[in-house]
């Protein structure tokens, strides 16, 4: 078939090259003629210039120059002056382009024709590579004559030679198809094909890859089966006109070395058998898919799970092996190294699985709606020698943060035991830990801890508790040389644990406001259903102030326990006091009434404090003030002026006390004596 094909190709090739001859000998008959009727029987320069362009031309399709000649000028024509030009290398390099039109047109033929002859010499030839470099030349002039096409000639050559190279290529498409078989587990290959031939010329028309797709793809589904476990024997069988590769499948359980020694057994047969170009073609098509798989089916299996496992040198030294056969195989480019950095990249897997299991597992801890919590009793100091700053006080906070925590320093302990990138991957997963504890805990529990207030306490706590182990951790751990940062995400979720705090506060206050809400504030005491109203709200407030500070004293430190009761307490008496000053005219009656209901509330809470060893007025400011105010309902008018002046009363400012002394005592001119004593 190859041979009945090649010898109508030659023949079109000698058609058209007859053709083309005649074509050219009668344009330049019919130019010449043009240029030359009005002087028959000379020749000059440009015209002598011309035909030596014309005779160049020529050379490329055979054309007998002399001949072509003496049929343009006859007897008188000056040939010799023709070839004293064209014997002149100098007169040759100093000829002008022309625009005419048949000089256009023959210097595309010049090419056309030279590549005719060549073309048949190589078609005579015989040789797959050399016959479609030649019909790629050809077409290749083709689309330079594209501007031509109103020359029949050149329209019927260029469809001949999209015939023929069409038709070659099939012919070699389908030798280089037919000399690869695989069959399931079988490779066949054809031992008398000239392979070399064959994947030049599909290479140098860029259609090897494209011819050997099938062939690749069978291969692949053969790999990928040795890469997903199945263990083989291999044997090779040499026939005549055939080598065979028969595989027989044994095992389902293949080792690394196994999968390995197996691939590369598949790819060096057809890499003795074929070419490096056929072996390079293939790996081009499938090789990035088979190493992708390898990694996703084997090499991710040896990923460490714990850091002791991290130790790449376990497998490292099989698959730079590996690698590199298939490098000098060529079924992988010499820059192909993504098994080596697959498996020195362990550490990084590790560290990036770690994470996310990590983070999966904080997820599902932070939305889970348990409040368990516990008592910390911490060391003195976590930095030696640096207690302040570090103290973790002993109070109360949730399992679930003391479990965060404990992953924390879980990720950090391994800090001393792994690479510096992966050391980043750990830090900023803790750093990750605490923001998701940020995010989702408002989320999932805002609710409960707005209302609560022993969960509002708690989470307060532990937004203090991480915020001091992230700047404990900030003093222990390095990463080249640089300390780890922790304090802007410390100072973030300090803020965030006193913000609901403060919460509480404001709640609780609001609380304590309604319960001040007496009609008329203070006055009227004396009367039976007001001063019971008073006593009433006192009692009331009492009640609350009780039941919350037995809340702070069990979760908080006991010294800011104290400080945050006492601003409760404080918020409360500051309430009577404004309301003492409401007063205009207390009255003897209302006097003692009003003495009976402060001193209550001042004793009950004096005795809510009793407890603590510092003075109760470092925690309620306005306390003595207070105090002092239900002192002065039962005392004389000279003895609070005394008190003043001896500097005993320095909580007030002489308005102040001027104003009591006008509503407790009547006017009178003794009144007015006394008040003129203030100092």
Not at 160 to 168: E, H
């Amino acid at each position: 078939m190859l041979d009945q094909r090649k010898k109508n190709i030659e023949n079109d090739l000698e058609q058209s090259k007859s053709q083309l001859r005649l074509y050219f000998e009668q344009s330049l008959i019919d130019e010449q003629n043009e240029a030359t009727k009005d002087q028959p029987s000379s020749l000059n320069v440009d015209s002598c210039a011309s035909l030596l362009r014309y005779q160049e031309l020529l050379q490329g399709i055979s054309v007998d120059f002399a001949t072509v000649s003496k049929k343009l000028y006859g007897p008188n024509g000056s040939y010799t002056e023709v070839l004293d030009i064209m014997e002149s290398i100098d007169g040759i390099n100093k000829l002008i382009d022309y625009n005419q039109s048949v000089s256009d047109v023959a210097d595309d033929l010049l090419s056309f024709g030279s590549l005719i002859n060549e073309a048949e010499e190589l078609f005579t030839n015989g040789a797959f590579v050399d016959i479609v470099m030649g019909i790629q030349a050809m077409n290749e002039v083709s689309k330079k004559l594209e501007t031509l096409e109103d020359i029949p000639l050149l329209l019927d050559f260029r469809n001949r030679a999209t015939t023929v190279t069409q038709n070659t290529f099939t012919i070699m498409q389908e030798a280089l198809i037919d000399s690869i078989y695989i069959s399931h587990w079988n490779i066949v290959v054809n031992s008398n094909v000239p392979y070399s031939d064959l994947v030049k010329s599909l290479s140098h028309m860029n259609m090897l890859e494209k011819t050997l797709s099938q062939v690749s793809e069978k291969l692949k589904g053969i790999l990928i089966c040795l890469i997903e476990g199945s263990n083989i024997e291999a044997k090779q069988d040499i026939g005549d006109t055939n080598t065979s590769l028969i595989v027989k499948k044994t095992s389902e359980n293949a080792g690394l070395n196994d999968i390995l020694n197996n691939i590369t057994t598949i790819i060096e047969f057809l890499y003795s058998n074929t070419t490096a170009e056929v072996v390079s073609s293939i790996g081009s098509i499938i090789s990035n898919e088979i190493i992708q798989k390898l990694i996703e089916l084997v090499l991710s299996s040896y990923i460490p799970k714990e850091i002791d496992q991290i130790n790449s040198d376990k497998i490292r030294p099989f698959i730079v092996e590996f690698q590199q056969k298939l490098k000098t195989l060529e079924f992988i480019e010499e820059s192909n190294n993504d098994l080596e950095d697959y498996v020195n990249n362990f550490s990084n897997m590790y560290a990036r699985n770690k994470r996310t299991e990590l983070l999966a597992i904080i997820q599902n801890l932070l939305s889970r709606k348990d409040y368990e919590s516990e008592r910390l009793k911490t060391k003195e100091s976590d930095i030696e020698g640096d207690p302040s700053p570090f103290k973790i006080p002993d109070f109360h906070i949730s399992l679930r943060a003391i479990t965060c925590m404990g992953i924390i320093y879980d990720l950090m302990g391994e800090f001393d035991r792994i690479e510096n990138d992966s050391k980043l991957i750990l830090y900023q997963t803790t750093r990750d830990i605490i923001e998701m504890w940020m995010a989702i805990m408002p989320i999932s529990h805002g609710k409960k801890l707005s209302t609560i207030p022993q969960l509002a306490i708690i989470f307060h706590n532990d937004c203090i508790y991480f915020a001091k182990k992230m700047m404990v951790l900030s003093n222990q751990y390095r990463i080249k040389d640089k300390r780890v940062f922790y304090l802007d995400t410390a100072v973030r979720i300090q803020n965030l644990g006193k913000k609901y705090l403060e919460g509480l506060l404001d709640t609780q206050k609001e609380e304590f406001k309604e319960s001040l809400k007496i009609p008329s504030g203070l006055g009227n005491a004396s009367e039976r259903n007001k001063f019971k109203k008073i006593d009433n709200c006192i009692n009331q407030l009492l009640m609350q102030l009780t039941g919350i500070s037995k809340i702070l004293l069990d979760i908080l430190p006991h010294s800011f326990a104290w400080k945050v009761l006492g601003s409760l307490a404080n918020y409360i008496f500051m309430h009577f006091i404004r309301d003492m000053f409401k007063l205009k005219d207390i009255s003897s009656l209302e006097s003692t009434s009003l003495y009976q209901l402060l001193h209550k509330l001042t004793d009950e809470v004096g005795q809510l404090f009793n407890d603590e060893d510092n003075s109760i007025n470092m925690y309620i400011p306005l306390y003595s003030k207070l105090e002092k105010i239900s002192n002065m309902l039962d005392m004389r008018m000279v003895d609070i002026v005394e008190s003043w002046n001896d500097n005993r009363l320095e909580e007030f400012n002489r308005e102040e006390i001027k104003f009591l002394i006008q509503a407790l005592f009547q006017n009178s001119d003794f009144r007015k004596q006394q008040i003129k004593l203030l100092k």
